[in-house]
């Protein structure tokens, strides 16, 4: 495991910029072109590509499925030019891809790197999640609460109605009893129809998205990934693990997890220092998509480091020759 005295990520972090920004252009070319397996594609080889550059000794924990699933970015697979501290990687090279074929907003290319050891193997399964902004008392909410429950604990906290408190949530037919019981309290509700990440993401900027609480369920990977920038951006998440089946049990025992009721927290998924990079492909409400013109084609880039709390929205204009 890298001592963290080891694990340079105030260096290490505009390289995993150039990273999500990589795959962030590779897939531009796919945006509202309705082949969602071509642009998923595109950016995993970018991304690939760019990670190889850096000097890490990388482990994909949360990435593209088994080995026998995919070809690239596969978990297991060992990423970097083979020198610097050993770290675990978690990627997403576009979530969203349907959003991408379709070209609605909210794409985004998203990575995060902690030292080895650090990050939660969530297996490809469902995790029901709950995530709030910084600011509040420790556990003011949680999994064990019902959604009327979480808003009017959410409402007392800030001092206001129920109605005042607005919830992102994923629109799915598993979600409408959910969606029903949040109307009821009198809550706003912003469905979105693919990339929790962004939605959870969106809770720990508030006065940006105005959004206060993000529940539902969806998938574990991005549920690391979605815990690694609340860690860097401050505020609290919860997730358990859903499983449907012994194959899904099997799944999480190969990724070592033996406990299958147990709820995690954000630094339970989370253990130690991160940096994380998010890199827009469609416009959205966290970062504007990439932006092609005759002479330039340019990101946006939201990077984040745990360790100190920074943010940066980095804008990169790459000349096009």
């Known amino acids: 495991m890298t001592p963290l005295s080891d694990f340079n990520d105030r260096m290490l972090s505009l390289g995993l910029a150039r990273v999500s920004e990589a795959a962030a252009h590779a897939s531009a070319d796919l945006i509202g072109r309705g082949d969602e397996k071509a642009a998923d594609q595109a950016a995993v080889n970018a991304m690939r590509d760019q990670l190889n550059k850096l000097d890490i000794r990388g482990t994909v924990v949360i990435g593209e499925g088994e080995r026998d699933e995919a070809p690239m970015l596969f978990i297991g697979e060992e990423v970097g030019a083979g020198t610097g501290p050993e770290v675990d990687i978690a990627l997403d090279p576009l979530e969203g891809t349907t959003l991408t074929a379709k070209d609605m907003p909210n794409a985004l290319t ?3 790197m902690a030292p080895r050891g650090s990050l939660l193997h969530a297996p490809d399964v469902y995790m029901e999640k709950l ?11 949680s999994l064990d609460m019902s959604p ?25 037919p598993r979600h409408e009893d959910m969606i029903a019981e949040v109307r009821s309290t009198g809550a706003k509700i912003r469905l979105i129809t693919d990339g929790d990440v962004a939605g959870v993401i969106h809770c720990a900027e508030p006065d940006f998205t105005g959004i206060d609480m993000y529940m539902g369920s969806g998938g574990a990977p991005e549920g690391v990934l979605a815990a690694s ?34 709820i995690y927290t954000r630094d339970d998924m989370v253990r130690s220092d991160v940096i994380f990079a998010a890199t827009g492909v469609t416009d959205g409400s966290i970062v504007k998509g990439v932006k092609r013109e005759p002479t ?21 204009r790459n000349p096009v020759r």
Do not use: H
Not at 148 to 172: F, M, S
Not at 298 to 311: A, D, H, I, V, Y
């Open 148 to 172: 009327t429950e979480r808003i009017e604990a959410l409402a007392r906290a800030q001092g206001v109605e129920p109605k005042n408190i607005a919830v992102c949530i994923l629109d799915r």
């Open 296 to 316: 330039y084609i340019e990101t946006e880039t939201m990077l984040m480091r745990s360790k100190t709390g920074s943010l940066r929205r980095m804008i990169y």
């Open 229 to 262: 920038a609340l860690k860097c951006m401050g505020g609290q998440m919860w997730g358990k693990l859903l499983f449907r089946n012994d194959d899904e049990r099997g799944r999480a025992r190969k990724a070592g997890i033996t406990d299958f009721d147990k």
């Open 110 to 112: 998203v990575i995060a």
């Open 131 to 141: 995530a709030i902004g910084p600011g509040y008392e420790k556990d003011i909410v």
